[in-house]
């Protein structure tokens, strides 16, 4: 599936949009998120501070 998948996107990638699988699929924002990931710096510092006392 993941060769399968990886051609396609690589022929979406040079020019043809209709090898694009989910040209047709509707993405849903999901509730409640809004603007960039603001928790993504504190989940760093949190595996940071594992790797530290590890």
Do not use: C, S, V
């Amino acid at each position: 599936m993941a060769t399968h998948m990886g051609k396609q996107m690589a022929e979406y990638m040079n020019g043809t949009p209709t090898a694009n699988p989910w040209r047709d699929l509707p993405f849903r924002r999901i509730p409640g998120h809004f603007g960039p990931p603001w928790f993504l710096p504190f989940a760093g510092a949190y595996y940071k501070f594992k790797d530290l006392i590890k």
